[in-house]
């Protein structure tokens, strides 16, 4: 065993970064060696003064990063340079040769989309009129994929209105370009305290002061709102009122309403985020809908269709067009037309209706397993959603709850990514669609619900 202890004094931030971080460093400058193994988590949380989940986090941060690998009874050693340079940086799905089980990342389950893609993409070589898409397109997207985008829309509840769709590289390129045109560095943007940390990036991205509002279980309060909006700084209000990440809570009609008013009352500019909207059976009237001259519609088939095709729309309000198809040409020229031809195909073949009742009906079945197994604790959901909340019971705190899972080979998600304000709950979002299979699911929710039966002094000292 290695005599390591890593000098932690000059790091700041969560400790178990800084653990990975000096392993990092250590590999790096030579002190660690390919091969080497480290001290047992119990020893050097003890030399470190810290819980044993803390190194155990750590330890499963190191490994995510390609640094070390765990065998079971012997311990954990440092990867050979070889082995960590073949390690992907972000293991977005686990793989075929290794158990671990991913409740952290939020979307549907694959079903056959694999081969529905090689059979659209197989049909597309096949037409002789893909030449006019292999060259640059309008920056707002090519007519027929803006039609098609409006489809989606229409579904959940906006006006038919193509020419207000300006095609984007996914949600997540929609949410940048709309903020990237409506702000400048140091205003002030509104968000659910609890939110998701993809607008955190873009606000950090674009020097933007993102500041909290408090939610209930239907989401944006709107004194809470009110009461921001009154302070007279605010430019515009991000949220997510359907299945709202992460707690899952999802907004009533009335209460968007009385939104929209307020935001109407102060001039603040709302983005609407509806990437889970597909998912719910009957879709409240979108809040954008209710404020159409100041509200822009985010939305994608990332979540419905398939991640990898990086498409998603922006319904703006109609004065905004061409502002928003500009600033797409500014940050990608264009969106990728061969995945929105993909993406078009489908939903004028039924392809994407299809997947839309597979992933409602997917998502009913998983929470149902949810429900089953953590009976008796306490999480907030809403029918059809694939992501729940999970308040943790004292006196777990949700990074030791973390880090017991890890050694388990089950990734979980603390709040701490997701909040605005300083106050973090010792919580969780439990993504119910990342495993592959319902049987992987109840074993990835068995781990959770046995730890929280255990307890975290059971865990704290328990061998690792």
Same mark, same amino acid.
């Given at each position: 065993?290695? $005599?390591?202890?890593?000098?932690?004094?000059?790091?700041?931030?969560?400790? #178990?970064?800084?653990?990975?971080?000096?392993?990092?460093?250590? $590999?790096?400058?030579?002190?660690?060696?390919?091969?080497?193994?480290?001290?047992? @988590?119990?020893?050097?949380?003890?030399? /470190?003064?810290?819980?044993?989940?803390?190194?155990?986090?750590? #330890?499963?941060? !190191?490994?995510?990063?390609?640094?070390?690998?765990?065998?079971?009874?012997?311990?954990?050693?440092?990867?050979?340079?070889?082995?960590?340079?073949? @390690?992907?940086?972000?293991?977005?799905?686990?793989?075929?040769?290794?158990?671990? =089980?991913?409740?952290?990342?939020?979307?549907?389950? &694959?079903?056959?989309?694999?081969? /529905?893609?090689? @059979?659209?993409?197989?049909? $597309?070589?096949?037409?002789? !009129?893909?030449?006019? =898409?292999?060259?640059? @397109?309008?920056? !707002?997207?090519?007519?027929?994929?803006?039609?098609?985008?409006?489809? /989606?829309? +229409?579904?959940?509840?906006?006006?038919?209105?193509?020419?207000?769709?300006?095609? %984007?590289?996914?949600?997540?390129?929609?949410?940048?370009?709309?903020?990237?045109?409506? %702000?400048?560095?140091? *205003?002030?943007? =509104?968000?659910?305290?609890?939110?998701?940390?993809?607008?955190?990036?873009?606000?950090?991205?674009?020097?933007?002061?993102?500041?909290?509002?408090?939610? *209930?279980?239907?989401?944006?309060?709107?004194?809470?709102?009110?009461?921001? %909006?009154?302070?007279?700084?605010?430019?515009?209000?991000? %949220?997510?009122?359907? #299945?709202?990440?992460?707690?899952?809570?999802?907004?009533?009609e009335s209460r968007r309403a009385e939104i929209a008013n307020i935001a109407r009352k102060y001039s603040v500019v709302v983005v609407e985020d509806d990437v889970y909207g597909f998912l719910h059976d009957n879709h409240p009237k979108p809040l954008s809908a209710f404020l159409p001259e100041s509200a822009f519609f985010v939305s994608s088939a990332s979540k419905s269709m398939m991640p990898a095709l990086? $498409?998603?729309? +922006?319904?703006?309000?109609?004065?905004?067009?061409?502002?928003?198809? &500009?600033?797409?040409?500014?940050?990608?020229?264009?969106?990728?037309?061969?995945?929105? &031809?993909?993406?078009?195909?489908?939903? &004028?073949?039924?392809?994407?209706?299809?997947?839309?009742?597979?992933?409602?009906?997917?998502?009913?079945?998983? =929470?149902?397993?949810?429900?089953?197994?953590?009976?008796?604790?306490?999480?907030?959901?809403?029918?059809?959603?694939?992501?729940?909340?999970?308040?943790?019971?004292?006196?777990?705190?949700?990074?030791?709850?973390?880090?017991?899972?890890?050694?388990?080979?089950?990734?979980?998600?603390?709040?701490?990514?997701?909040?605005?304000?300083?106050?973090?709950?010792?919580?969780?979002? /439990?993504?119910?669609?990342?495993?592959?299979?319902?049987?992987?699911?109840?074993?990835?929710?068995?781990v959770v619900a046995k730890l929280l039966a255990s307890g975290p002094t059971a865990a704290r000292f328990a061998v690792v």
């Amino acid at each position: 065993m290695t $005599i390591w202890k890593p000098d932690l004094s000059h790091h700041t931030g969560p400790l #178990y970064l800084a653990i990975a971080d000096a392993m990092a460093a250590g $590999i790096e400058g030579g002190e660690l060696k390919a091969g080497d193994r480290l001290p047992p @988590q119990r020893i050097l949380a003890f030399d /470190l003064g810290l819980t044993v989940g803390t190194v155990t986090r750590a #330890y499963a941060e !190191a490994e995510r990063r390609g640094l070390v690998t765990g065998e079971v009874g012997r311990g954990t050693y440092v990867r050979s340079t070889d082995t960590k340079r073949t @390690q992907p940086l972000f293991s977005i799905r686990h793989g075929e040769t290794t158990e671990l =089980l991913d409740l952290s990342l939020n979307y549907p389950v &694959e079903g056959n989309r694999g081969l /529905l893609f090689a @059979q659209a993409t197989a049909a $597309i070589a096949r037409d002789p !009129a893909v030449a006019s =898409l292999l060259n640059y @397109q309008p920056a !707002a997207g090519h007519p027929r994929h803006r039609a098609a985008a409006t489809e /989606l829309a +229409v579904r959940v509840g906006m006006p038919r209105d193509p020419e207000r769709i300006v095609v %984007c590289s996914g949600a997540q390129h929609g949410i940048t370009v709309v903020f990237g045109s409506l %702000c400048r560095p140091g *205003d002030v943007v =509104l968000a659910e305290e609890l939110t998701y940390p993809g607008i955190i990036a873009v606000a950090r991205l674009l020097n933007l002061r993102l500041r909290g509002v408090a939610i *209930d279980g239907e989401g944006l309060r709107p004194d809470a709102f009110e009461a921001a %909006c009154r302070k007279g700084d605010a430019k515009a209000l991000y %949220c997510v009122p359907t #299945y709202q990440n992460p707690t899952s809570a999802v907004m009533s009609e009335s209460r968007r309403a009385e939104i929209a008013n307020i935001a109407r009352k102060y001039s603040v500019v709302v983005v609407e985020d509806d990437v889970y909207g597909f998912l719910h059976d009957n879709h409240p009237k979108p809040l954008s809908a209710f404020l159409p001259e100041s509200a822009f519609f985010v939305s994608s088939a990332s979540k419905s269709m398939m991640p990898a095709l990086r $498409i998603g729309f +922006v319904m703006t309000p109609p004065s905004m067009t061409e502002t928003i198809a &500009e600033t797409v040409r500014t940050t990608s020229w264009m969106a990728s037309p061969i995945a929105a &031809e993909v993406m078009t195909r489908w939903i &004028e073949d039924g392809t994407a209706a299809d997947l839309v009742r597979q992933h409602r009906a997917e998502s009913r079945a998983r =929470l149902a397993i949810a429900e089953r197994i953590l009976a008796g604790y306490s999480f907030q959901s809403a029918p059809g959603t694939f992501h729940i909340w999970m308040p943790l019971p004292a006196p777990w705190s949700a990074d030791d709850f973390v880090g017991r899972a890890a050694t388990r080979n089950v990734r979980l998600i603390p709040a701490k990514p997701f909040a605005v304000t300083g106050m973090v709950p010792q919580s969780l979002r /439990l993504c119910l669609g990342s495993p592959r299979t319902r049987e992987e699911l109840e074993t990835a929710l068995g781990v959770v619900a046995k730890l929280l039966a255990s307890g975290p002094t059971a865990a704290r000292f328990a061998v690792v």
